[in-house]
């Protein structure tokens, strides 16, 4: 994250570097990434350069930078995003500050129709991007204001949090003059972001190797409990061969006969089956010595392979350990050199090789690309493939338009499902919706099933609530009521009994908000539509 004084010369980069540059598109990269592509200069024709300014409000890399090319749109946008999208195309950038002492970016952007301001609080855990429009009042925000100001309400004046008087922190770019700053955080933090997602994959590998060699151990083990049976091979042939000296005096139904071993010179028992015959017997140990003798042979050669392959995985996370270590810590990969020695002389000091070290992502990839790592990997991938995904009940991608609910965000970032029929009301709530969700529906009255997706939150904000209820009345034939009674549930105490109509559905708890309809509310969540489709 950036440091006081590298933001605060963040801000005078983007006063002297950007000041003006026109807002030609808006792309969501994430949840907590956006980027505004800029023309900066003149015309397009001549001396105007694009420019992507990026935003993050990621915990650990939150920063304002330039990327060095134009990235790809990755994530559904979000309301900000959209707001952004409908009046801020063609709008300037008229200034950038810091807001007080602290860590908080404000960007201004002036449109033909409206202004509207960005600000970027870097507060850690709590670093968000907010939108607010001329008169300071919040329209929006990149993450939900549950998760970084729960204080705060969509459409609500802004609030600034309480004043900190911050330590300026270091200036890791001292060296780097303004018109370069910008793009040279965004290496600094791209470079970083790499060694975390090469720190994950080898988190990943790390794991995918335990867990192959805890697969073959248990089957070694399986192979080990199963060897009783297997080392009965010979025993049940013997019996055999016996059996047939005394097959004629063994009698029906039989439990056991006995038989002299001249090999041995004792009388052995020999176990029977009473219900089968002295023939059926004689037939049923000799299968059992065959069956036994096959699986003695095959538990042999797995066996053999499954040594083989747990010393391999026992040689390769050997090294893997010995790799990690070279990258100084457990946790990540960093760049380390590769120095090759040659063999020491008796006469002479070590001579080290002048070949280019390699840096710990080269060496990763060179691991992860072995034989038996690729086969792991793409093992591991293809498992994970098969498994159910456990978000299946709530997936409608298939549905047909008319089964398909309406999807809107919340203003704070939780998703609101509307249905479209009676059908689909039936849908929605029996077989979409999981069981912490909650259920709106206008009380005693018509109209469309709301669900709000809770995500297993046991608190859901008041803010999404209210705007879940106003949904629920908007969908329903009292929409122009200024006031309603809207009960709300638990989709697990929702439930549809048979035989009825439907649409219907029997609510076996929850409560009813008096709500006060508030346009403004109404509106944006309006606006804050997913899809169209």
């Given amino acids: 994250m950036l440091s006081l004084c590298e933001l605060r010369r963040a801000a005078a980069a983007c ?20 980027v505004l592509e800029c023309w900066v200069g003149g015309s397009e024709s001549a001396r105007g350069r694009r420019v992507y300014l990026f935003f993050s409000c990621d915990p650990k890399s939150a920063r304002i930078s330039v990327l060095p090319e134009r990235p790809r749109a990755t994530e559904q946008p979000g309301a900000l995003v959209q707001y952004l999208k409908a009046h801020a195309l063609d709008a300037r950038l008229a200034a950038a500050k810091l807001i007080g002492n602290d860590r908080h970016l404000s960007l201004h952007l002036a449109a033909r129709g409206a202004a509207c301001e960005l600000r970027l609080l870097l507060m850690g855990a709590r670093s968000n991007l907010y939108l607010l429009d001329a008169a300071g009042r919040l329209i929006a925000s990149l993450r939900p204001l549950g998760e970084t100001r729960a204080e705060l309400r969509c459409g609500e004046a802004w609030v600034d949090p309480p004043a900190a008087q911050r330590p ?39 794991r995918a190797l335990a867990r192959r060699r805890q697969h073959v151990e248990r089957a070694l083990s399986r192979i080990s409990a199963e060897s009783e049976e297997t080392a009965r091979a010979a025993q ?33 028992a020999i176990p029977l089956d009473p219900a089968l015959s002295p023939q059926e017997n004689l037939a049923q140990l000799f299968r059992r010595a065959r069956k036994a003798e096959a699986q003695k042979q095959k538990a042999a050669q797995r066996r053999l392979e499954l040594e083989a392959e747990l010393a391999e995985l026992r040689n390769l996370e050997r090294e893997f350990g010995e790799l990690r270590g070279l990258a100084a810590g457990l946790a990540e990969l960093r ?16 001579v080290t090789s002048t070949k280019a070290p390699e840096t710990a992502s080269a060496v990763f990839a060179t691991f992860a690309a072995r034989p038996a790592v690729a086969r792991l990997l793409a093992h591991t991938k293809k498992q994970t493939a098969r498994r159910p995904v456990k978000e299946t009940r709530s997936s409608h991608a298939d549905l ?6 309406r999807r809107y965000r919340s203003s704070d970032g939780l998703e609101i499902w509307v249905g479209r029929s ?3 009301n039936d849908l929605l709530t029996t077989r979409l919706a999981h069981g912490n969700d909650l259920f709106f529906h206008l009380e005693g009255e018509a109209g469309s099933h709301v669900v709000l997706r809770a995500l297993g939150r046991g608190d859901v904000p008041q803010a999404s609530i209210l705007d879940a209820c106003e949904l629920a009345v908007h969908f329903s034939k009292h929409r122009r009521a200024a006031r309603a009674d809207v ?17 219907l559905v029997h609510v076996a708890r929850g409560k009813t908000i008096h709500l006060r309809r508030d346009s403004a509310r109404l509106a944006q969540v309006l606006a804050a539509r997913i899809d169209e489709s």
């Fill in 168 to 206: 300026e922190g270091e200036d890791r770019f001292v060296n780097v003059p303004e018109t370069q700053l910008l793009a040279a955080i965004e290496a600094e933090y791209a470079h970083a972001e790499v060694d975390q997602e090469r720190a994950a994959q080898s988190r990943e590998l790390e």
């Fill in 422 to 424: 009676a059908e689909g």
């Fill in 335 to 350: 760049d380390v050199a590769a120095e090759e020695v040659e063999p020491r002389d008796l006469e002479t000091e070590p």
């Fill in 487 to 503: 009960h709300i549930a638990h989709i697990k105490d929702v439930h549809k009994p048979k035989g009825v109509a439907r649409g």
């Fill in 15 to 34: 006063e002297a570097e950007l000041l003006g540059a026109r807002v030609q598109e808006v792309r969501a990269l994430s949840a907590r990434n956006l």
């Fill in 400 to 405: 047909p338009v008319r089964l398909r609910p």
């Fill in 236 to 268: 049940y042939q013997k019996w055999g061969e016996l059996l047939k000296g005394v097959l004629s005096s063994v009698k029906p139904r039989a439990r056991e006969v006995r038989a002299q071993d001249y090999a041995s010179g004792t009388e052995v």
